[in-house]
């Protein structure tokens, strides 16, 4: 059934496959974002909030903001503002994207906040569905980039298991379509992850073979925040939803 839906970082990375996806099953998709033409909105304001959603049934938050500041004023104030208007103009669901083992990285800002997104979801005024997935295969890809700009490739010890967004983007999709049916009333967080884990150090080899850059490997060392990731916490063995494409597979794609 063709629902009303406004995707909030609609352009970013993951919210423009969301976007296609959502459109690719009949919905009628709005794209926020500050940059938007159509549908403009500042999510650490508040601004063209109401008019972007009048009308729209399901909200899709996909917004980013880098660094602890930005975080705060659009992940955690920004939901807040979010939420509030929702429940004004009757939109009926809310899916938030989170991080699979957010809150086991208490050492680093932007994990913090996401967990304060999260309990403003949980505890705000709109029937929710959390969606937590791991690192995108984009995020590794700009990691190893940059240290690629300086002939490095960065070998750390840390398990992660990244995703493609389009896979992340159909599970959006799949809660999307079962707003209507038995995921009405909402409450439901649920994983999506890559289809295998891997060191860092592994998958920056990876990247480096297919990429032909980043050849001097460089230890880096796990201390502060990252000590948890090197324990694995970022890691989901039994995700709800395992995505297909590894991330060697991704990379050549990205660099045929
Ligand atoms: N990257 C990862 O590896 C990863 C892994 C798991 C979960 N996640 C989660 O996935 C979500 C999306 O991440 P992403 O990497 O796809 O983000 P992204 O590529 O940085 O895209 C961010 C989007 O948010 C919009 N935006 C930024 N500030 C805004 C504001 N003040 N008001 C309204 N829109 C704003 C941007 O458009 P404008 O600049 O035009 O406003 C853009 O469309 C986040 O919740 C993130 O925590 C990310």
Known sequence: ???RIAVVGGTGTLGAPAVTALQARGHEVRSLSRGSADHPVD???GAGL???LDGCEVVVDASNGAGA??????LVDGSRRLLEVEAAVGVAHHVAVSIVGCEKVPGLAYYRAKVAQEDVVRSGPVPWTLV???QFHDLLDTWFSGAAKLGLRPSLAAPVQPVDVRDVADAI???VDAVRGHDAAGGRTLSVAGPQAATLAELARAWSEVTGRGRVPVRVPMWGGLRAVAAGVLVDESPDVRGTTTFASWVKGAYA
Request: hydrophobic residues 55%; glycine residues 0%; proline residues 0%.
């Open 1 to 3: 059934m063709t629902m």
């Open 43 to 45: 999510l650490s304001t």
């Open 50 to 52: 109401r008019a972007a």
């Open 69 to 74: 500041k930005a975080a705060q004023a659009v």
């Open 132 to 134: 937590r997935a791991t």
């Open 173 to 175: 999709a799949d809660v």
